[in-house]
């Protein structure tokens, strides 16, 4: 089971950090993933850890912006936002999938938390 926390209300420019905290044992088995979904708009990838933390991968919209990371020891993984933008708005899932690295499609997770909304305001 996968519970995000940390989304709320931020001006542009500012910072936000998003947890995803993994129950069970078998958080450092798991590959996981930051998607997002915007009102109206499809749910789309962010950001990509692998299970040992060695690789993570951004969409071009959020490079340089935002730090995916995880802590094995505490069963969570973090997004750092920073620079945040109106177009930053969204509810933002945590996703997972048993394997040591998975991709940026959404079907390629077989878990998934229930979605933390970030506001960004001008």
């Known amino acids: 089971q996968l519970q995000a926390s940390g989304g709320g209300l931020v001006q542009a420019g500012g910072s936000l950090r998003l947890s995803c905290a993994a129950s069970?044992?078998?958080?450092?088995?798991?590959?996981m993933g930051w998607f997002r979904q915007a009102p109206g708009k499809e749910r789309e990838f962010v950001a990509r850890i692998s299970r040992s933390g060695g690789l993570t991968d951004y969409a071009d919209s959020v490079k340089a912006r935002f730090t995916i990371s995880r802590d094995n020891a505490k069963n969570t993984v973090y997004l750092q936002m920073n620079s945040l933008k109106l177009e930053d708005t969204a509810v933002y899932y945590c996703a997972a999938r048993g394997v040591p690295v998975t991709g940026r499609n959404s079907y390629e997770y077989d878990y998934w938390g229930q979605g933390t909304l970030v506001t960004v305001s001008s």
């Open positions: 069970g044992r078998t958080f450092s088995i798991l590959a």
